[in-house]
């Protein structure tokens, strides 16, 4: 009955489409016939079409199982729409009632029913499986297949148990559908699945539209990422953080600059996750800041660009997330921001996991510290790990084709790297490899005793830089593969093995370097990044005019960090003096703050300054109610020690967080703590001082003052200084 139907004209019906994508009409064709199969297709290739057109053509009920509540209530919808029974498509999982737990079975039973979302945990539930029983199903299909795999970017256990629940509710035919998986997932998932004679059906990884991008990740990623929203501007984005508290904290700071954005993970309750889903599918906010919670199953086709705050955890995690973008063919931009710190962070959050998860989880991070650090070019790179060969040399759309670096000859390093690898019988890993020609008298090779081979330290003169290029390059070119169950161990193919006998040209492009060195030291955080030196003496030359007219020291105006930034930034109204560091409301306030922005608009408008507003970012201030507490606490009178108690901070913190408030402006009466703590000719001391001084550096008051006075009765006087004089 089904094999016969004319499929164009049932999707023309159904979904309104003249014709099919790709290997659709094919998959479909072959769950029509009764046979098992294997779909992998990227991102927006239409997977979900290839189980919802055959289950409305087929007798009786096809179950879905899909780990996304969001996709499940969103397909059952769209299959709404588009039916004629409301009943003919439905969903059961943990949100929904007894009530309509029983409407969707007496919808089922009735026959209305096509087509039946599970989540895996509902699936295994005593009475639904009892249930499941006395239906007629058309076929399984497993969604989001990849959780099935420990190599796959998502890995569920319940996905492990799917086949003993098709085993007990009855047979029909299985089709698994993924978006993305190596090698080793398939062979994992069509294992688990018990299909290992499925039909394959493997689309392109190539999506021509999109392009790559790694950016270093330093101290202004934040400014960065601003800047490159508001060169994108009206454009729907994605930002993916790794944790819920970057996800609320960088959403906080887009809002702050004037860009429509919203968080989503989680930890949010579920009527906050579905508004903040339909504003951006109904573009009433154009940037979800999100974690990997955000997105499967979202079908919003002009989704311009994703953006990685910090680099994924896997690379099929990294090409699903990025596969968001550009989804209707159109702009797709994919950029991730990478540093070493941040995979070193992701190495530490595995300590504590089963010895065999930390091995898996270390291997799939190194293949994306691979992926972010080579020159190669990118598409070529991720096709490679997805077992597809990209054959142009420049694709034309990725950083690194765009601004490609120069080859250098590697013939006699891919020599070495071949002939180590025999020496050591093909039975171990790149990080091995290297450490073998390089020389190095690791555990590991001192155990093995391959410190007695010849092939040691062949390579120990060459720049240690280029062994990781030549091992990747070497992949990609199909000299070496690395074996699929023992993840990472390097084999020579027959190619490599003809390399050795008879050598020709192999050329390879350096890695980019992500040096720690390049980012900004701890203290210049949020210091300048492009000082105006003319402007920045002229401002000087100003502050010391105001701090003789009004007796004060200079900075107790302003201090140098706001001069530098204002010397950068180029402030020219009050309200965006109050972005400047060390500027609060307080210091606004002051008659003198007009004279500074004045002075700086005279010497943008004289020197044609063309100011980039965009990257002056409005930060939000994290700790900003605890500042509040503070002040309410010392206007009440309460012991400095005793706030610094009340609020878990030690008493050096709290002394950090109220320099902080004076400095920025806010007046603070402290004296009832100093007479309770202090002598009154100390305090006299310590404050004449700083009247005559010229710096309110620490070191230098302590050198001066120390014999008598101790570091804390230093800081608690020179507070009351700032509080009195410059606020």
């Avoid at 999982?93 to 309509?100: C, G, M, P, V, Y």
């Avoid at 700086?600 to 409005?618: A, G, P, S, T």
């Amino acid at each position: 009955m089904t094999r016969n139907v004319n499929l164009h004209e049932a999707l023309k019906k159904y979904f309104g489409f003249d014709k099919f994508k790709g290997d659709q009409e094919a998959i479909i064709r072959n769950v029509l016939d009764g046979r098992d199969a294997f779909v992998l297709m990227p991102t927006g290739g239409g997977k979900s079409l290839c189980y919802q057109l055959p289950s409305l053509l087929m007798e009786g009920t096809a179950i879905v199982i899909s780990p996304l509540i969001a996709l499940m209530k969103n397909q059952v919808d769209v299959i709404t729409h588009l039916s004629e029974h409301e009943g003919t498509a439905h969903y059961l999982n943990s949100s929904l009632n007894k009530a309509a737990i029983d409407q969707v079975k007496a919808d089922i039973k009735a026959g209305y029913t096509k087509l039946l979302y599970v989540a895996p945990e509902s699936l295994t539930k005593e009475d639904n499986v009892e249930f499941l029983k006395t239906v007629k199903i058309s076929f399984y299909a497993i969604d989001e297949a990849h959780c099935i795999s420990e190599w796959g970017h998502d890995f569920r256990p319940e996905y492990r148990r799917i086949r003993p629940i098709i085993n007990e509710i009855g047979p029909a035919p299985v089709i698994a559908l993924t978006a993305t998986a190596t090698d080793k997932v398939r062979t994992d998932i069509k294992k688990n699945l018990g299909i290992a004679e499925a039909d394959e059906f493997k689309s392109s990884f190539n999506r021509p539209n999109l392009y790559y991008e790694v950016r270093p990740k330093t101290k202004d990623v934040d400014k960065d990422i601003i800047k490159f929203i508001k060169q994108h501007p009206n454009k729907s984005g994605i930002i993916y953080c790794l944790s819920r508290k970057k996800v609320e904290e960088l959403a906080e700071i887009l809002k702050a600059n004037d860009i429509k954005a919203a968080a989503y993970h989680a930890g949010l309750d579920s009527v906050t996750r579905s508004q903040t889903q339909d504003d951006f599918l109904m573009e009433k906010i154009d940037i979800i800041v999100a974690t990997i919670a955000f997105g499967m199953g979202i079908d919003k086709p002009d989704v311009r660009f994703v953006i990685h705050y910090d680099i994924p955890k896997s690379l099929e995690g990294y090409y699903q997330e990025t596969g968001r973008a550009g989804r209707d063919g159109g702009e797709g931009l994919c950029v991730a921001f990478y540093s070493y710190k941040d995979l070193q962070k992701l190495d530490k959050f595995m300590e504590g996991k089963p010895v065999a998860e930390q091995d898996i989880g270390r291997q799939l991070l190194q293949e994306t510290a691979a992926y972010a650090e080579t020159s190669v070019c990118r598409r070529k790179m991720l096709l490679h790990y997805f077992g597809e060969q990209y054959e142009k040399d420049n694709c034309h759309n990725c950083d690194n084709c765009l601004h490609p670096k120069t080859k250098i000859e590697a013939q006699s390093l891919l020599l070495i790297v071949l002939k180590a690898i025999l020496a050591v019988k093909e039975n171990f890993r790149a990080d091995y490899i290297i450490d073998f020609v390089t020389g190095k008298d690791t555990e590991e090779i001192l155990a093995h005793k391959h410190q007695e081979l010849e092939e040691y330290g062949s390579g120990e003169d060459e720049d240690e830089k280029l062994w990781n290029p030549v091992i990747r390059q070497a992949l990609i070119a199909g000299y070496i593969v690395k074996e699929v169950e023992n993840y990472g161990l390097l084999k020579l193919t027959a190619a490599g093995r003809k390399f050795i006998k008879h050598p020709v040209d192999f050329q390879i492009v350096k890695d980019n370097e992500f040096s720690e060195d390049d980012l900004p030291q701890d203290d210049q955080e949020g210091g300048p990044s492009a000082l105006d030196p003319t402007l920045s003496t002229m401002l000087r030359d100003l502050r010391k005019k105001v701090s003789k007219r009004m007796e004060r020291p200079p900075y107790v105006i302003f201090q140098d960090v706001s001069i530098e930034q204002m010397a950068t930034d180029y402030p020219v109204t009050l309200e965006e003096l109050k972005n400047i560091q060390g500027v609060g409301e307080g210091k606004v306030k002051q008659p003198y703050a007009k004279e500074f922005v004045d002075l700086i608009k005279r010497y943008c408008e004289e020197n044609d300054i063309v100011r980039q507003v965009d990257l002056r970012v409005r930060t939000v201030a994290k700790k900003s109610m605890l500042k509040v507490k503070i002040i309410q606490a010392i206007d009440r009178q309460i012991a400095l020690d005793d706030i610094a108690t009340a609020q878990g901070i030690d008493f050096e913190e709290l002394l950090d967080e109220v320099e902080a408030i004076v400095y920025s402006g806010t007046k603070l009466n402290i004296d009832y703590f100093l007479e309770e703590v202090m002598d009154e000719d100390h305090i006299d001391d310590i404050y004449d001082y700083f009247s005559d001084s010229e710096t309110d550096d620490l070191e230098s008051a302590i050198q001066e003052l120390g014999k008598e006075c101790s570091e804390d009765e230093i800081r608690l006087v020179r507070i009351k200084f700032l509080s009195e004089m410059a606020n």
